[in-house]
């Protein structure tokens, strides 16, 4: 008898892992999948290490988050600055001087640059705006919305942005300095050697199962620990008894390259409508690789079906009332615990799936 089963080795399944076995739990952890890590996962090709399930960049403001993971890996000075590509034209992202001053030729200034966007919005001004459409429009505009967000955010969804909900982009960051930097957090990096290496070392202590899918060997696993600590969708776990949670899944295509740098950065948007992908990820360029060949991967986001992995979680108003139902019935396990991802439904950072981790095993040893 096991104290814990975990069922999924991602990062919160790993986390969970590490911090049980170092209070002297026995973990039994379960992956249906043929390797560690989850969406995390790194693998070496070429001699670099491919995110096979799209970009991650580990970022957070939070000290305690920050020096935990580096317990596991030294992490790099990457700091993501992605490309956007629209037809013949390309910017920086997020928005900022930079991309202003590529956008609109006579302006120089944050002053003249706030001036641009602030008639733009003017112009086409809704006091209540009722889908993403009108609302990217009240924050930047008819120009930036055009070439850089609905292109892209019609791809990545599936669905037109007038029928988009407005609060998936209640803001978008808009600087009037000349900063490339995505993230406005204190810490940023790339784990040198990959992610894999650090999931690696949190499951050391605990005995793990590949290629074990959970519902395949539910009767069995389930009265083989004393408490669960399950990772997977929350919706499948009660077998959709209120019906299935949307998802958004990402289908990657990734091929070796006979150069040595195919686009120049790590991350290139494609933000108009008539390229299907969204995005190409040059993984190299995480770490600065100087190999003589290159891996790319095109992202196609794609709707989600049961049977395809669940990548996105779908936190408009409908799905999360649907989930709220999901969760009233998991408060009632005594046995179960819900985290990470896909267990709780939502759309988490690395750093939030550290933390959240942490102060369940917290929960658990100390009541
Ligand atoms: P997962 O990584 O999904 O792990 C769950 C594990 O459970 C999986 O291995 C799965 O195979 C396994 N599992 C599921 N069901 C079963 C079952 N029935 N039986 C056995 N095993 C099962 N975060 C950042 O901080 N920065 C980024 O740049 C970033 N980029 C991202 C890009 C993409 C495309 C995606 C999808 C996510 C990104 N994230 C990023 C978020 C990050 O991936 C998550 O925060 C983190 O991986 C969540 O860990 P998890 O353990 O909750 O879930
Ligand atoms: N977005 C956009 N254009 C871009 C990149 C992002 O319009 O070039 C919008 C889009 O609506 C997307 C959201 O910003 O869904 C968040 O994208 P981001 O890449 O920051 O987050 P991720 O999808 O990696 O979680």
New binding site residues.
């Given amino acids: 008898m096991y104290d814990y089963l975990i069922?999924?080795?991602?990062?919160?399944?790993?986390v969970c892992a590490y911090e049980l076995t170092k209070a002297g739990k026995s973990c039994l952890v379960?992956?249906?999948?043929n390797h560690?890590?989850?969406?995390?996962?790194t693998e070496q090709i070429e001699g670099i290490n491919v995110?096979r399930?799209?970009?991650?960049?580990?970022?957070?403001s939070d000290r305690e988050v920050w020096d935990y993971i580096n317990q596991f890996a030294r992490f790099n000075h990457y700091i993501?600055s992605p490309i956007a590509r629209y037809q013949s034209e390309c910017y920086n992202l997020p928005f900022n001087m930079n991309t202003f001053t590529k956008l609109w030729p006579d302006v120089f200034t944050p002053a003249e640059a706030k001036a641009r966007i602030d008639s733009e919005r003017r112009e086409r001004f809704t006091s209540e705006p009722k889908n993403l459409e009108e609302q990217a429009i009240n924050l930047v505009g008819e120009t930036i919305y055009r070439k850089l967000i609905k292109g892209y955010t019609e791809k990545q969804w599936g669905r037109p942005c007038t029928e988009l909900p407005p609060f998936i982009i209640k803001r978008l960051p808009v600087r009037f300095t000349f900063d490339n930097n995505y993230f406005n957090d204190a810490y940023q990096g790339i784990p040198i050697g990959g992610y894999t290496q650090i999931i690696k070392q949190m499951l050391a202590g605990a005995e793990v199962r590949l290629g074990?899918?959970?519902?395949s060997h539910r009767k069995s696993l389930t009265v083989v620990a004393r408490k669960i600590i399950f990772?997977?969708?929350i919706d499948?776990y009660y077998d959709y008894c209120f019906g299935a949670l949307q998802y958004r899944s990402?289908r990657f295509e990734t091929e070796t390259l006979e150069t040595d740098n195919f686009q120049g950065n790590a991350v290139v948007n494609y933000t108009s409508a008539d390229v299907p992908y969204t995005r190409i990820i040059e993984h190299k360029h995480f770490e600065f690789g100087q190999q003589p060949r290159t891996v790319i991967s095109r992202?196609y986001s794609t709707e989600w079906k049961k049977g395809d992995?669940p990548?996105?979680p779908v936190n408009d108003l409908k799905n999360n009332d649907l989930y709220e139902k999901y969760r009233e019935r998991a408060a009632e396990e005594k046995k179960v615990i819900f985290?990470?991802?896909?267990?709780?439904y939502k759309?988490?950072?690395?750093?939030?799936?550290i933390k959240n981790?942490i102060e369940t095993v917290r929960k658990e040893i100390n009541g």
């Fill in positions: 069922v999924g080795s991602g990062l919160f399944g790993a379960v992956e249906k999948r560690i890590g989850g969406n995390i996962y995110h399930y799209g970009a991650h960049i580990f970022h957070t993501n074990c899918d959970f519902f990772t997977g969708a499948q990402v992202e992995e990548y996105y985290g990470g991802r896909l267990g709780e759309y988490y950072d690395m750093h939030i799936v981790a």
